[in-house]
């Protein structure tokens, strides 16, 4: 039987914690910062964990994490 294949965009965007949770960057941080309060920008510093909706698909693009 085949091994199953990494996708290798969500192995570079999400990274799994020791308790099983999946961590993710936050979006809206790259570009046009410069209309953006710096509240929003504080507020969209670190990680956060990915939302259990898209907990299912996630798993399932990163089969060995």
Do not use: C, W
Request: avoid cysteine.
């Amino acid at each position: 039987m085949p091994k199953m294949k990494t996708k290798k965009g969500a192995a570079k965007r999400f990274r799994v914690r020791p308790g099983g949770s999946i961590k993710r960057g936050q979006a809206f941080k790259r570009h046009i910062l410069t209309k953006k309060s710096t509240k929003n920008k504080r507020q969209l510093r670190g990680a956060v964990e990915v939302v259990a909706a898209d907990l299912p698909h996630v798993r399932a693009m990163l089969p060995y994490a």
